[in-house]
């Protein structure tokens, strides 16, 4: 049996990393290094105007840093009433050093006049995989909702106390760990990925 094949996560961010290993799942083929505390890589500048361009963004930093794989998301919430704020802003959308309460605390504030019926938003993932200077693939995955009046929950991180899933009636927040990572945005758009990764191992191509 060949060696398993190194792959970074190339993230900073503790939160993502624990859903995405365990979206990923343990495979023979892959071994998946964490972006937080495995490796040493520089704090890419997310300069990108879209998910897609910051995903590739932090890849390829990390690839180059560390000579090996990497694959990162990034990830934004879209509210319609807002015309898709705030999107590629979403970790700093209520300033530089926000928290996460201080960035849903604001978009909660900023719609206190929209009714539920016109609070429809999705979470996009768009997920990068990068080899030095060369982009192997781009996948994405949404997950539809509302974005509620009040917080709830206290699972997950991020906007999931503000984001409901209409067909379960609970924000993302409210679900179990397992839950959420059977459902999300970012499950929908790593299972994709994994699927482009193994395709590419079984070429001979990782
Ligand atoms: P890295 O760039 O290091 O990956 P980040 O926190 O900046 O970390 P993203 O750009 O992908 O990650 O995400 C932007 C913000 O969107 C993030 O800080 C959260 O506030 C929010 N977010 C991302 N994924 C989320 C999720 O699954 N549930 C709720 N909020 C999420």
Redesign the pocket.
């Known amino acids: 049996m060949s060696e398993a094949s190194k792959i970074v996560i190339a ?3 503790e939160d ?1 990393v624990k ?1 995405i290993i365990s979206i990923l799942g343990s495979d023979d083929r892959f071994e998946f290094i964490s972006g937080v505390g495995d490796i040493d890589w520089d704090e890419p500048e ?1 300069v990108g105007t879209t998910l897609e361009e ?1 995903a590739t963004i ?1 890849a390829k930093t990390a690839s180059k840093s560390t000579g090996m794989v990497a694959i ?6 879209e509210v319609d009433a807002l015309d898709g704020l705030p999107g590629v802003h ?2 700093r959308y209520a300033g530089d050093d926000a928290t ?1 309460e201080d ?1 849903y605390r604001k978009l909660l504030g900023v719609m206190v006049e929209i009714p539920l019926i016109e609070r429809s938003a999705r ?1 996009r ?1 768009v997920v990068s995989c990068v080899s030095g200077n060369d982009n192997l693939f781009v996948v994405e995955g949404v997950l539809n909702g509302y974005i509620t009046d009040e917080p709830l929950g206290e699972h ?5 106390p503000v ?1 409901l899933i209409p067909h379960l009636q609970r924000t ?1 927040a409210q679900l179990k760990p397992d839950e959420k990572n059977a459902i ?3 499950y929908l758009a790593f299972r994709k990925a994994l699927k482009k990764l193994v395709s590419l191992y079984k070429e001979g191509l990782l």
């Open positions: 993230t900073h961010n993502k859903e997310e910051n932090k990162a998301d990034d990830t934004g919430l979403s970790s996460y960035n979470f993932t997950g991180f991020g906007y999931d984001f993302l999300s945005h970012r």
